[in-house]
């Protein structure tokens, strides 16, 4: 997976509580992403980071925040989560090229 | 809305045959057009890629064809095996550098029978 982990892998956690997903690559890329997979959706981005403590919003941004320290972590917070956020979460990676290499996935449900 | 529209949504190929997954967009600007391949419970993995510079590209048995004008293209497997099962998803995206937000078709599950 490119050098790309993400944690945790799997998450169960209840409405209305904050939660944050953690990616961490070592390939020293400086483009970052997050997506979600939905069945008939397939993957869309909710953020994005061209640098440290540069990030811009995606598609459904909407309920997330993200935040990047150091050019080797990106983490997305769902400030309060809701059912509608159950989903499988991918981060990736891209550098000079458009090639984006994606992570393991997180699969996280709101009960 | 989606941006990038892929068809069919499920494939079955007997091994050996021909599987054919299509895809078409409607933004021009549209520059960068990339086919990544799933596994359960798997990330997506980059297969292959093309610009619309040329209209044929081909890496192993995997080709993508591409269509500027009608704003389509085709991922084509040859041979294929029952291995190739996965889902496959067409994207994409603008900019020839920099940040990019790819964007999906809704994956094609393909399944290869021995």
């Known amino acids: 997976d490119a050098g790309i982990t993400q944690s945790p892998r799997h998450k169960v956690t209840e409405t209305g509580t904050p939660v944050t997903l953690r990616c961490h690559q070592t390939?020293?890329?400086?483009?970052m992403y997050w997506y979600r997979q939905d069945p008939g959706h397939g993957l869309r981005l909710i953020h994005y980071?061209?640098?440290?403590?540069?990030?811009d919003k995606g598609e459904v941004s909407d309920g997330y925040s993200v935040s990047r320290s150091k050019t080797e972590d990106f983490l997305l917070t769902l400030e309060s989560a809701t059912s509608s956020q159950t989903s499988v979460y991918f981060c990736?990676?891209?550098?000079?090229?458009?090639?984006?290499?994606f992570g393991p996935g997180t699969r996280l449900t709101v009960l | 809305q989606q941006q990038v529209k892929q068809s069919p949504q499920s494939l079955i190929v007997q091994k050996g045959g021909i599987s054919i997954i299509n895809c078409a967009y409607e933004?021009?600007?549209?520059?960068?057009f990339p086919w990544y391949q799933q596994f359960p419970g798997k990330g997506p993995a980059l297969l292959i890629a093309?610009?619309?510079?040329?209209s044929e590209k081909k890496e192993g048995r995997f080709t993508i064809s591409f269509n500027k004008s009608a704003k389509q293209f085709s991922l084509h497997i040859m041979d294929s095996q029952p291995g190739d099962s996965a889902t496959y998803f067409c994207?994409?995206?603008?900019?020839?550098?920099?940040?990019?937000?790819?964007?999906f078709g809704t994956g094609t599950r393909l399944t290869v029978i021995p």
């Open positions: 990736a990676i891209s550098g000079v090229s458009n090639e984006q290499f």
């Open positions: 390939e020293n890329h400086r483009y």
């Open positions: 980071s061209y640098g440290v403590k540069d990030t």
């Open positions: 933004n021009t600007a549209f520059d960068y």
């Open positions: 093309i610009r619309p510079d040329v």
């Open positions: 994207a994409a995206s603008m900019g020839q550098t920099g940040a990019n937000n790819l964007f």
